[in-house]
Structures are given as structure tokens and as C-alpha cells.
């Protein structure tokens, strides 16, 4: 079975090349998401994207990777078998006890993402609810940071695959 990594991006980052280019660069999250679909394919990994603006549909993919939720039956099997989720869930980060709740429940490794370094920005932006449970957390390296996730979490499941 191919090993699977799901990108989560939260609100916002559908304006990714439009949204402060300043601080966002101009990369589009489609850009990313066609790279991030290559580098998986030369790493011999599968990766799903999803992207909402929405805490209820975040929470409710994180909770399909583990077969739960609304949109899966009780009775069906998990519906895919992710091996690691990369997030970057944007202002849900210093926000959302329940996407902390939902990464902690189904016990996938994840790395959390962002764009730009937030710990040189607002001070809110500094606490996040996800950080503490991560195996990884990227941060200011512009959009190569999904680069540089999706490469370390092949190599996570690779080392957790042999």
C-alpha cells in the first residue's frame, strides 16, 4: 500500500498570490499544490490536498482519515490510510482547540506549516494550539516550506515504513 500524505490548508490560504504578496510571496495555492503532487510522485509517496475556510470541514477531514465523521458510515472501514498529515492551518492555528482535538484523535503524525515566520509578527500569532502535538513545526520559509515538509515527511514514513 503506497504510503499517503494529506495536506491540510486552512482559511485564507486560497488567497495564497493574492494576500499580502509581501509577506505571502506571489505562489498561488494551486502552484503549491501541483508541486507538492510532483515532488510526491518522485518520492514514491500519494498525497491529498484539501483546502477550506471552514473549522467544522477541517475537523471533519481530519476525522475521515480514521474512518469517523459525518460523511463516513460507522460501519465502513477507514476510508484511506494516511501516514501523515502536513497543516497549515493558518489563523485556526491560535484559534482552534478542535482542530487540536481532531489532529489528537486519530493519532496521525503531522507537521505544522506556515508561510511566514509568525513568530516575528504579531504576538498572537506566536501561541499556537497545534505546535505541542506536531512532530514538526516549519515556519518562515515562504512556500518552499511545503517543500521541505512534504520531503520530511517522506522520509519520516519511509524510516517508519523499512
Avoid at 107 to 118: D, G, K, T
Avoid at 133 to 145: D, L, T
Amino acid at each position: 500500500m503506497p504510503r499517503r500524505i494529506l495536506l491540510i490548508n486552512g482559511p485564507n490560504l486560497n488567497l495564497l498570490g493574492k494576500r499580502e504578496p509581501h509577506i505571502y510571496g506571489s505562489t498561488t495555492l494551486s502552484d503549491i499544490e501541483a508541486q507538492a503532487h510532483q515532488q510526491a510522485r518522485e518520492l514514491g509517496v500519494e498525497i491529498d490536498t484539501f483546502q477550506s475556510n471552514h473549522e467544522g470541514a477541517i475537523v471533519d477531514r481530519i476525522q475521515e482519515t480514521a474512518g469517523w465523521g459525518p460523511n463516513v458510515q460507522e460501519t465502513n472501514a477507514p476510508r484511506e490510510k494516511v501516514s501523515a498529515i502536513i497543516i497549515n492551518a493558518g489563523a485556526l492555528t491560535h484559534t482552534s482547540v478542535a482542530v487540536r482535538d481532531a489532529l489528537a484523535a486519530v493519532a496521525i503524525p503531522f507537521i505544522e506549516l506556515h508561510v511566514s515566520n509568525v513568530h516575528a509578527r504579531e504576538p498572537f500569532r506566536a501561541h499556537s494550539y497545534l505546535s505541542d502535538k506536531a512532530v514538526a513545526v516549519i515556519c518562515g520559509m515562504g512556500v518552499y516550506g511545503y517543500t521541505a515538509a512534504i520531503e520530511f515527511a517522506a522520509r519520516h514514513l519511509k524510516i517508519e515504513g523499512e
